[in-house]
């Protein structure tokens, strides 16, 4: 079978393309022809196809053009661009990821017209979302998905910004107004959470499927549990990790807190922590994989404290291999992959108390934590077999390419 993957990069930026590379690599090994389309950004890894791919735009600089603004709604160039590609390449089926804003709903109509039939994985809520996260001014928000559209402008959700947020409010309105999505021959939401959002928004219950998530990795051998709490991914404000660093400063002697990842809050919880869990804290900085491996295996908890509805955080199967118990916000697609006091402990978003009870309760009782992350990596055999996920993809290729 021939397969093209199009995702707007094409290096490893985040769980997205973790995750088509991932799967890629695994139906290039079953001999199944893989290729990538993606816009032409400097650090991209694959790039056979790359005088196909369209100019990357940057779209973080305070002030855009129009004309580079209008192409984050719908882009020509990557819609003409692709459809040489698809002429040379000719695939039997295109998977896609994320699009939005780079390349943008117009390589679906691309494929239409091709008749290739499509489906897309949804990493996160952008289908429903203008901003992907379903949240917004300090809040879980889902009136866009409620189809009250003109709220992303009224709210400045894109950004902080009315420009970049009427640019999203444009974007969708064109997608829906042309029934672009509806186009998918396959729309596979890796959470019941999301899968349900899809569906209320409209979209045919034959074509939404749930697909739970799944990434291609090794368990991590069980190692001491060392007297630390970890928390690993981006240092942003939705990621709740100021309120970790509250809790962890509410909470008794026995708890700390390593933080790996960086983002845009790193300043802001550095003094959130000068001043709620001195000398409680540790920052590391981006960690690579072996080593955050490493960390999860030693960790008495991985830690997910999000206020906004994740939808099927990476990490927690990164932790589930490691044998980790994981402690997490009860909002979003995360109480799927987590039962409260089977592979962790939830707690509700934002409460500071409950979350610090719960790292003070895995922090003097080892055997406990250890019994949680031997029920996670039960689970991730069980539930989120790697192996068995791309079987189910395999098939639903073959479905929409018969």
Same mark, same amino acid.
């Given at each position: ?162 420009? !970049?947020?009427? =640019?999203?409010? *444009?974007? @969708?309105?064109? %997608? /829906? &107004? ?6 998918? +021959? $396959? ?90 869990? !001195?000398?409680? =804290?540790?920052? *590391?900085? @981006?960690?690579? %994989? /072996? &080593? ?6 030693? +960790? $008495? ?102």
């Amino acid at each position: 079978m021939r397969i093209v993957h199009v995702n707007k990069f094409l290096y490893r930026r985040g769980g997205a393309e973790r995750y088509m590379f991932d799967v890629a690599r695994a139906f290039k090994r079953r001999r199944h022809d893989v290729f990538f389309f993606g816009t032409a950004h400097p650090d991209n890894v694959e790039g056979e196809y790359r005088r196909y791919y369209p100019p990357y735009h940057d779209f973080a600089p305070p002030r855009v053009g129009l004309r580079t603004a209008l192409a984050a709604v719908w882009s020509r160039a990557a819609a003409e661009k692709f459809q040489a590609f698809l002429d040379d390449v000719k695939p039997d089926v295109a998977h896609l990821h994320n699009i939005a804003y780079h390349l943008t709903p117009a390589v679906v109509a691309a494929l239409a017209r091709a008749g290739v039939p499509a489906v897309m994985t949804l990493h996160d809520y952008n289908l429903l979302c203008p901003n992907h996260y379903f949240y917004s001014r300090d809040e879980p928000c889902f009136r866009c998905a409620e189809k009250k559209y003109f709220s992303c402008i009224t709210r400045r959700c894109v950004k902080g910004k009315f420009g !970049a947020s009427a =640019v999203g409010y *444009l974007a @969708h309105l064109v %997608a /829906r &107004r042309k029934k672009i999505y509806h186009k998918l +021959a $396959r729309i596979l939401a890796p959470s019941a959470f999301l899968s349900e959002k899809v569906r209320a928004a409209g979209y045919d219950d034959a074509r939404v499927r749930f697909l739970p998530p799944a990434i291609d990795i090794r368990e991590t051998r069980a190692a001491r549990k060392e007297n630390f709490f970890l928390y690993a991914g981006r240092l942003a404000p939705q990621k709740g990790v100021d309120v970790l660093i509250q809790a962890v400063g509410l909470a008794g002697p026995k708890v700390r807190l390593k933080v790996a990842g960086s983002g845009p809050e790193i300043a802001n919880l550095r003094e959130t922590a000068r001043g709620y869990a !001195a000398d409680k =804290v540790e920052f *590391l900085g @981006h960690v690579d %994989a /072996r &080593r955050l491996a490493g960390l999860m295996a030693s +960790a $008495r908890a991985v830690v997910v404290p999000s206020r906004w509805p994740e939808n099927t955080p990476a990490v927690i199967l990164e932790a589930f291999a490691a044998g980790a118990a994981v402690v997490a916000s009860r909002i979003g697609g995360i109480p799927e992959m987590v039962e409260d006091g089977v592979e962790g402990l939830l707690v509700e978003a934002e409460d500071v108390r409950g979350l610090g009870a719960a790292l003070e309760l895995l922090a003097g009782d080892v055997r406990k934590g250890r019994k949680l992350g031997a029920a996670g990596r039960a689970r991730l055999a069980r539930d989120y077999s790697f192996k068995e996920h791309m079987a189910r993809l395999l098939d639903v290729y073959r479905e929409v390419a018969a």
